[in-house]
C-alpha cells in the first residue's frame, strides 16, 4: 500500500528566512507527487508536482520542490519565506493501484511564518 | 472558468439522520473525487469517479455511505446513517483526464459537517 508522512506538524521560520517541509513516501512504481497548500476555510489549491525529468521543480508563488528518488522524499522548499506563506500544507503522491492511480494525501505540515 | 462547486457549505446533523452533498466540477473533467478530511489529519479518498463509472472506492464505508455521479457530471455524496465520527470536511476535487498519474487535482472549498 502507498503512503505519505509529513514528519513535522508545525515548522516556524522567520520571515525572509528560507523554508522547508518535509514528505517521504512510500509507493511501488514511479511515483507522481503533489504539493498543495490550504489556507483558513479554503479548498487545497496546487502548487506543484513531479512527474519525471528534473528533479527540482519549480511551481507557484516561489515554491519548489526537489525529489530524490533514493531518499523517497520531496521536499518542499522556498528561498526566502513571507508571512502570506502560513498556511497548511498537504504533500501527495499517485501511485498505481489495481490498475489506477490513486491519490493518497500526507497529514499535513503547518507553515508558521513570523514577521 | 469556474471552479468546483460544492454545496452546502455547512451542515449540522443528529446523529442517526441522514446527509446528502453536492459537487459540480470544473466543467468537462471526467474524473472526479470525493474526499472525507477529518480534523488534523490529510484528506481521505473516499470514492474516485471516471465520468459516471467508479474507479476506486476501497475507502468508502459502504454501509452508510453511498455516491453516484449520474451523466458523468455532477455528484452526490450521501451518509445514512450518520455517526459521530463522520463529523468532518468533505471536499470534492475534479481532474481533467482520465484518472491518470499526473493528474492535477482541483478541489472545491468543502462541505463541513458536524454530527450532534
Known amino acids: 500500500a502507498q503512503s505519505v508522512a509529513q514528519p513535522e506538524d508545525q515548522v516556524n521560520v522567520a520571515e525572509g528566512n528560507p523554508l522547508t517541509v518535509k514528505c517521504t513516501y512510500s509507493v511501488s512504481g514511479n511515483p507522481y507527487l503533489f504539493w498543495y497548500v490550504q489556507y483558513p476555510n479554503r479548498g487545497l489549491q496546487f502548487l506543484l508536482k513531479y512527474i519525471t525529468g528534473d528533479n527540482l521543480v519549480k511551481g507557484s508563488y516561489g515554491f519548489e520542490a526537489e525529489f530524490n528518488k533514493s531518499q523517497t522524499s520531496f521536499h518542499l522548499k522556498k528561498p526566502s519565506a513571507l508571512v502570506s506563506d502560513s498556511a497548511l500544507y498537504f504533500c501527495?503522491?499517485?501511485?498505481?493501484?489495481?490498475?489506477?492511480?490513486?491519490?493518497?494525501f500526507g497529514r499535513g505540515t503547518s507553515l508558521i511564518v513570523h514577521p | 472558468e469556474a471552479g468546483v462547486a460544492q454545496s452546502p457549505r455547512y451542515k449540522i446533523i443528529e446523529k442517526r439522520q441522514s446527509v446528502a452533498f453536492w459537487c459540480n466540477p470544473i466543467?468537462?473533467?471526467?474524473?472526479l473525487y470525493w474526499y472525507q478530511q477529518i480534523l488534523g489529519q490529510g484528506p481521505k479518498l473516499l470514492i474516485q469517479?471516471?465520468?459516471?463509472?467508479?474507479?476506486?472506492d476501497s475507502q468508502l464505508p459502504k454501509d452508510r455511505f453511498s455516491a453516484e455521479r449520474l451523466k458523468g457530471v455532477d455528484s452526490t455524496l450521501k451518509i445514512q446513517p450518520a455517526k459521530l465520527e463522520d463529523s468532518a470536511v468533505y471536499l470534492c476535487?475534479?481532474?481533467?483526464?482520465?484518472?491518470?498519474?499526473?493528474?492535477?487535482?482541483?478541489f472545491g472549498p468543502g462541505t463541513r459537517l458536524l454530527v450532534l
Open positions: 501527495a503522491v499517485r501511485g498505481l493501484s489495481g490498475g489506477s492511480y490513486i491519490p493518497t
Open positions: 469517479f471516471q465520468n459516471n463509472g467508479v474507479v476506486d
Open positions: 476535487a475534479s481532474s481533467a483526464g482520465l484518472a491518470g498519474g499526473a493528474e492535477t487535482q482541483y
Open positions: 466543467s468537462g473533467h471526467a474524473t
